[in-house]
């Protein structure tokens, strides 16, 4: 199958969005805000492009970008001020929160995994400690 891209460039940071991926389009939007969130690339008070820009520019409904950017509003990342536009909150502690959520979200799937494989928690833990403990040699 082939998968088809469109990208939107703002501010030296790209959101794409795949027309395959199985998740509806305003998840992909808000996944990838999270992340330039997350990764601090959009820091506090930053401004996010225009709902129209935005579904202009990645070829999708401004009711798509409208909901991506209520929900993420609604979870307290990104506020709108009427005439003004809409910025990450100014909240320092989004990032890491965000982090920390990605990461228990890896770990669920890592859990999921190791009971498909047949392993049990302290197969994993090990796993995991024998992995940190490598990095650590490593200086990662």
């Known amino acids: 199958m082939h998968t088809v891209y469109t990208q939107y460039t703002y501010m030296h940071s790209e959101l794409v969005i795949s027309q395959t991926d199985g998740r509806p389009m305003y998840q992909q939007v808000m996944e990838q805000i999270r992340q330039k969130i997350a990764v601090g690339d959009w820091p506090p008070g930053h401004e996010l492009p225009s709902i129209r820009a935005l579904a202009a520019s990645v070829k999708v409904s401004v009711i798509t970008v409208k909901r991506a ?18 910025f990450v909150a100014d909240d320092v502690s989004i990032g890491p929160k965000l982090q920390r959520e990605e990461l228990q979200h890896h770990l669920e799937e890592a859990v999921k995994r190791a009971r498909l494989l047949g392993m049990d928690l302290s197969e994993l833990l090990d796993m995991v400690r024998r992995i940190r403990a490598e990095m650590l040699k490593d200086g990662k």
Do not use: K, P
């Open 69 to 86: 950017y209520m929900e993420l509003e609604r979870e307290g990342l990104i506020v709108t001020q009427q005439g003004r536009g809409s």
